[in-house]
């Protein structure tokens, strides 16, 4: 039986790398905490900007089972702006606190090569980079530590307005993007097995375009490099669905549910708790082998 009971034209790779640790990702995906440490998150508001509630939450997200965790300091769309130093004192810190409590796996979500250099430095092994490899030395500084890497697509760059992203071939211009980041990945020095593809719903993406990404993942996936799905909380799911940011949780985990199905492995999510909930029920239901037919005192009536 194919694993997970995938669709046979889905072919997700197994191997994922991240510091010390190895991954079969052919039947699990892993579930990312998203852990902010921003005043002004577009879902949390700032909830852990705080350091000690940066901790709480970490605890939190520990205890329902993260695989891995992810801190960012800088919000992805527009905002005030959030110098290099004042990015370095939100993360550095933290990462620090994280690596030394917790033995999980971290990643810095940043697109600043001098803040993921830091970041790993300090312990992080993973850099989430949501432009695309923007900074020349981001790969550099990956490859120097043995990190592994995110590569984003994203139309036009972090921070930057894109009201009406615009795409003759939106499927073919994600992916060939994908494809040759994940090339220059490698041609810097980094193995396949360190480096994630994220498609970046919402990110020059008008909420049906990111729909269309997130259905057609598989083939996404097929490219030979685990898939990652940040669809947690998204605007494309309160615009197509009709609903509040804080009304999101249930469309998110059909997302995630949708995503696991179509190949990604992994899952960079706010509620931690759900979605392994949601990876286990899918990985126990089609997985499951094939139950013998009851017997004839079985199916009596009674």
Wanted: proline share 6%; aromatic share 6%.
């Amino acid at each position: 039986m194919a694993a997970y009971g995938w669709d046979p034209a889905v072919a997700p790779t197994g191997q994922l790398r991240l510091g010390t640790r190895r991954y079969d990702l052919t039947s699990r995906a892993l579930v990312m905490a998203v852990l902010n440490r921003t005043p002004d998150s577009f879902y949390d508001k700032g909830a852990t900007f705080a350091f000690d509630a940066f901790l709480r939450r970490a605890e939190q997200v520990v205890a329902e089972g993260a695989d891995l965790l992810d801190v960012g300091g800088v919000k992805a769309g527009p905002g005030p702006e959030v110098s290099l130093a004042e990015e370095l004192d939100r993360v550095v810190p933290a990462v620090e606190a994280l690596v030394a409590r917790f033995d999980l796996p971290v990643s810095v979500d940043t697109w600043r090569a001098e803040v993921a250099a830091a970041c790993f430095e300090a312990g992080a092994v993973l850099g989430n980079d949501i432009s695309g490899f923007a900074d020349p030395d981001y790969l550099p500084a990956a490859a120097k530590a043995g990190a592994s890497v995110v590569c984003t697509h994203i139309r036009l760059a972090p921070r930057v307005p894109d009201p009406e992203p615009h795409y003759e071939d939106l499927l073919g211009e994600v992916r060939a993007f994908l494809l040759e980041r994940a090339q220059r990945a490698e041609r810097a020095g980094l193995g396949s097995d360190q480096i994630v593809l994220d498609a970046g719903l919402d990110l020059g993406k008008t909420a049906s375009q990111s729909l269309a990404l997130l259905r057609v993942s598989g083939q996404l996936a097929q490219l030979g490099y685990p898939l990652l799905l940040s669809a947690s909380n998204k605007t494309f799911l309160g615009v197509l669905l009709d609903l509040p940011v804080d009304r999101r949780g249930e469309a998110s985990l059909a997302a995630a549910a949708l995503g696991i199905i179509r190949g990604c492995r992994v899952l960079r999510v706010h509620d931690v708790a759900r979605t392994r909930q949601v990876r286990d029920c899918l990985a126990a239901l089609l997985d499951a082998q094939t139950v013998s037919s009851p017997t004839a005192a079985e199916g009596r009536p009674r």
